[in-house]
């Protein structure tokens, strides 16, 4: 069976390729052959002109159905590589312009076999048991799987999204610890009465603690992470203002945060483990506390949907709960320098300060202690891999840890300022 699937899903592109290359073959021999009556036995020299002149005629009509066979062929190697409905179907209409018989009933046979195969593409490819789906028809009103899109998520979850039967958006997302989905729900809702732009929670089915399945069914926010601005200025901006809002609502009501690891530690893979120990050594004697305010504890770019240029909402709120704000802020700005550089980082802590007031004090210990946070909870491999879905390929893990390792040099020879 595991080698029959594979023959299966290469047939109908190989047929559909050798019907192309058998449609090239036939025209080239066949032009071949009228080249040969142009020419005297033996010696060569056409014959002249007045005879020629139809037979011409008559090779300039070859041209189409030559090229077009070389068309087959590339939608023959799409099939192979693809293997996609829609493709089939393509290659079913398109062939009854394939004018020998071989040729078209070959392309015919590969086009009629990829939509038996791939019938199912039409249908999307969701996680998610019949139950999950009946769960949700019951929320929400009748939905169709065909309407189903996965989203990129950075946080490893399972996050579709879709239409009911009245044309309204919404997400869910499935988790796989109890806790996290109602420590999620509970924040959405505290974030909901304080007119915060977080999603809007439409159910939650939350299991017994230690099994898996729990879900969230969410309204959708319109817009999508956008991590590739014109202006990086205006960017950092409108992450500043929302994040700022976030730590001025009342917290009264919110649970307490589980703080993030933030153990110093020195990286098997540093290159320079000198930086890293006069890091730790600053990072237990630079300690510092902060008053506690309503966080989103997951505060990084990937998390802040933009809509015409402007924040229109921001997702994953498992972490969200009372806590201290630099926390929040020291992870968006690692996050940012490594994708966008120190600059960047920079601009969107001075907008913060500004919105936050005096009051607001920061320190090279809270970037330290969000550098020790990402390493605790993705290690270098994870970051590397958690924006990649959102178009940051040139990130690898090497760039990664490279760049971490600058930061790090800069904030312990005192080249990166907080005032």
Not at 282 to 311: K, S
Not at 312 to 325: K, L, N, Q, T
Not at 374 to 398: H, K, M, N, Q, Y
């Amino acid at each position: 069976m595991s080698a029959a699937r594979p023959i299966r899903n290469f047939l109908p592109g190989l047929l559909v390729l050798a019907g192309g290359i058998y449609t090239v073959y036939y025209y080239y021999m066949y032009w071949l052959r009228v080249y040969g009556a142009l020419c005297l036995p033996g010696r060569g020299d056409p014959v002249l002109v007045e005879v020629t002149r139809g037979i011409w005629i008559r090779l300039d009509s070859l041209l189409f159905p030559t090229i077009f066979g070389v068309f087959m062929i590339l939608l023959g190697i799409m099939l192979v590589w693809k293997r996609k409905f829609g493709v089939a179907v393509l290659t079913l209409v398109l062939s009854a312009a394939v004018i020998n018989w071989p040729g078209f009933f070959l392309v015919l046979a590969g086009a009629l076999l990829g939509l038996v195969f791939w019938r199912k593409t039409l249908i999307p490819d969701i996680d998610l048991p019949k139950g999950t789906v009946d769960w949700i028809a019951g929320r929400v009103g009748e939905v169709k799987l065909k309407s189903f899109k996965e989203i990129p998520s950075g946080d490893g979850h399972r996050v579709y999204e879709f239409t009911n039967e009245e044309k309204e958006p919404f997400v869910v997302k499935a988790s796989v610890h109890a806790e996290k989905a109602a420590g999620e729900a509970d924040a959405l809702q505290f974030a909901a009465d304080r007119g915060l732009p977080a999603p809007e929670l439409a159910a939650a089915d939350v299991k017994e603690d230690g099994q898996p399945g729990s879900l969230l069914l969410m309204r959708r926010i319109g817009g999508g992470v956008f991590l590739h601005p014109l202006s990086f200025d205006l960017w950092a901006d409108e992450i500043a203002d929302v994040m700022g809002r976030v730590h001025k609502a009342d917290p009264a009501g919110a649970r307490l945060t589980d703080p993030v690891p933030a153990d110093p530690v020195v990286p098997e893979w540093a290159i320079d483990r000198d930086i890293w120990q006069r890091a730790a050594d600053l990072f237990a004697r630079e300690a510092e506390d902060a008053p506690l305010r309503f966080i989103h504890g997951d505060c990084e770019p990937a998390n802040i949907l933009f809509d015409d240029g402007h924040v229109s909402g921001i997702v994953d709120w498992e972490h969200a709960g009372i806590g201290i704000p630099q926390t929040d802020i020291g992870r968006m700005r690692i996050a940012l320098a490594l994708i966008h550089g120190e600059e960047v980082a920079d601009r969107f802590l001075k907008t913060y300060r500004e919105s936050a007031g005096e009051a607001f004090s920061y320190s090279r210990y809270w970037d330290l202690r969000a550098v020790y946070g990402w390493l605790a909870g993705s290690g270098t491999d994870g970051i590397a891999r958690r924006w990649i879905p959102f178009g940051v390929t040139t990130l690898t893990e090497d760039e990664v840890k490279r760049r971490l390792e600058l930061f790090v040099r800069d904030l312990v020879d005192g080249k990166l300022t907080f005032k």
